[in-house]
């Protein structure tokens, strides 16, 4: 019959230099745990008396997370190993570190010890600046290695409690990276490419370096698998005069996360390059090329490659795209059910055309992917013409432009119009040969969906008369158009609700006027928590506004259209603005006033009372 513990026995303050070294055991856990309510009696008996848990090696509080148990207290956290972490070290008075791999200069805090000492005491160094080094341990009653480097060091050391998880995996991962990152930099001294500003070493050899190389390799995966990790949608690799700079994407915001030599930059680039089928050797125009590769979890993952020659030597963005995103429905991208009928109301049209407009980067081709996605059923045939092909997808016929043959947009359209199409859809139009191809297509019996680059939807109509297409044409054969945008969506675990006064109520009303549309009693604020890399933001979602064609607006589609008479007529006609669309994402606490005032177009004092 099993025992139930005694967890009464106290434990030794972690801040005491002058106790003895020792472990902290499953049994001091459940203790402090069963102080804070946060686990019943039996669940603590349960588990100090499976000893099948109790594993040589194995952290505590790893036994504990592995049991997946939820505080009872609500809002009944799932007590992961990061949230014990955190907790243990506000129990026991220390300062809590969660290890993110992307703000930690690798290069440096590896060079405090040695790979083999910092896996013998289970820590971690994570940071180095010129006061004091800050280590990370996982044991919070361990202090004889501090002692131990306080004279080697010459420098104050400050410990933190972090994840046993993380310092296990982050000691192999930064030593390795750092062990490659040095062994490729000294391969090559100087830089490989041919750049704006050339600094000759004498006798430098200049070897040429081997991009296929194994710590380049390593370095390359290494790079990807954060990039995965971070939910980043670019990657940057940017050449400087002495170092190269790497940065993230993350929900719309770069974020510079490494600096490596340059001669590491280059082989980067290179390996990058030979995995796209791209030419190695030539660095003085840009390339594009394509990878498609795995994430950690085994899910497959498109990178679109583009280089472009600059003064230090060759730039590369790597831009991440996730097949996920085409099985996404519209109300995961930020659809309401008036934004839904309207868009639906014209994609279940059998001929016409559909346009989508917004800036580079606002979400149109995720738009138009997942749309043709549902509408290619075996009974319609789907083609498409891209510059480039953003991802490909066995439902659609897609073809790329080849402006060294002379395949561009417009004559790719009418190739495909011989291939018995039922819906095609054009990349982009971006002049009247293409817009002509379009209505051409669309008159044939076709729907067709494109993009525009316009600020607003009825903008689009005064740019197709701009670039020259007849009022008559617009008439018979445009549909509709959606304008959108992409803001930032409040992460849910850590907003908080907070009341709309003083620099919020003005905000609000520059945001609705002159719609006069009522404040709420409250927003939600982003707040910052592990999940979402203390931004307050996770993930992005659309706002849409939507023009339909209809007599009344067809009646201003004239040679020197009045703009604002469009839209006037489209807002009477129930087309709700970005900046409307965005403020009742605001009202339900998705985003925030600040980035819909960002991102979307003032609305227009033309809109009627």
Not at 86 to 92: F, M, Q
Not at 157 to 183: C, G, H
Not at 529 to 558: D, F, K, P, W
Not at 560 to 586: N, W
């Amino acid at each position: 019959m099993p025992e139930t513990a005694n967890f009464g026995a106290p434990a030794t303050s972690p801040s005491s230099k002058h106790e003895p070294d020792r472990r902290l055991t499953i049994k001091e856990v459940l203790r402090l745990m069963l102080q804070d309510n946060l686990l019943s009696s039996a669940e603590a008996d349960e588990i100090f008396n499976n000893r099948h848990l109790h594993k040589s090696g194995v952290h505590p509080l790893s036994i504990v997370a592995d049991q997946k148990l939820k505080a009872p207290e609500p809002p009944h956290q799932l007590l992961h190993i990061e949230a014990l972490t955190e907790w243990l070290a506000g129990k026991l008075g220390m300062q809590y570190m969660h290890i993110d791999p992307l703000k930690i200069h690798f290069s440096s805090v590896t060079e405090v010890m040695t790979s083999a000492y910092a896996a013998r005491l289970k820590v971690l160094p994570v940071q180095v600046t010129s006061s004091e080094v800050v280590i990370a341990t996982a044991q919070p009653f361990e202090r004889d290695w501090e002692r131990e480097l306080q004279p080697i060091l010459r420098k104050p050391i400050r410990r933190v409690l972090a994840n046993p998880v993380d310092i296990e995996r982050f000691q192999i991962e930064f030593y390795n990276l750092a062990r490659s990152v040095k062994n490729a930099a000294g391969e090559q001294r100087g830089n490989a490419l041919s750049t704006f500003e050339q600094l000759v070493d004498l006798g430098d050899s200049n070897r040429q370096f081997d991009a296929n190389e194994q710590h380049i390799v390593r370095i390359v995966d290494w790079l990807w698998q954060y990039a995965f990790d971070q939910r980043a949608s670019d990657i940057h690799v940017e050449p400087r005069r002495d170092i190269g700079i790497v940065r993230f994407r993350i929900d719309g915001v770069l974020h510079q996360v490494y600096q490596l030599p340059m001669t590491v930059i280059t082989a980067m680039t290179s390996r990058i390059k030979i995995l796209g089928r791209m030419d190695v050797v030539e660095k003085r125009r840009p390339q594009d090329g394509r990878i498609k590769t795995r994430t950690p979890q085994g899910a497959e993952v498109e990178l679109r490659l583009s280089t472009l020659p600059t003064a230090f030597g060759e730039k590369l963005v790597m831009r991440i795209f996730d097949p996920e995103v085409l099985v996404r429905s519209f109300a995961e991208m930020g659809f309401t059910e008036e934004d839904q009928q309207r868009w639906d109301s014209m994609t279940c049209q059998p001929n016409g055309i559909i346009l989508v407009t917004g800036p580079t980067g606002s979400g149109k081709t995720t738009t138009l992917y997942s749309t043709l996605k549902q509408l290619a059923t075996s009974e319609v045939n789907v083609c498409t013409i891209e510059d480039p092909i953003e991802m490909v997808e066995d439902a659609f016929n897609q073809m790329q432009v080849q402006q060294s043959i002379d395949l561009g947009f417009a004559d790719g359209v009418r190739a495909l119009l011989r291939q018995d199409p039922d819906i095609m859809m054009i990349g982009e139009i971006r002049d009247l040969e293409t817009a002509e191809m379009a209505i051409q297509a669309a008159l044939t019996g076709h729907l067709v969906l494109s993009t525009l680059h316009t600020n607003d939807a009825p903008s689009a109509i005064t740019r197709l008369l701009d670039i020259g297409v007849a009022p008559y044409l617009i008439n018979s054969t445009l549909l509709g158009v959606m304008g959108q945008r992409l803001v930032r969506t409040l992460c849910p675990l850590c907003r908080r609700a907070s009341a709309l006064e003083g620099v919020d109520e003005a905000n609000w009303m520059q945001l609705v006027s002159p719609f006069k549309a009522a404040a709420p009693s409250h927003v939600h604020k982003p707040i910052g928590c592990l999940e979402c890399r203390n931004t307050g933001y996770r993930g992005r979602m659309g706002i849409y506004e939507t023009l339909l064609m209809s007599a009344a607006i067809r009646q201003h589609v004239m040679a020197g259209a009045d703009l604002a008479l469009i839209r006037q007529t489209a807002y009477r006609e129930g087309m709700r603005p970005l900046r409307i669309s965005g403020a009742l994402k605001v009202a339900k606490g998705m985003t925030t006033l600040e980035e819909v005032i960002k991102v979307a177009p003032p609305a227009s004092d033309d809109i009627p009372n």
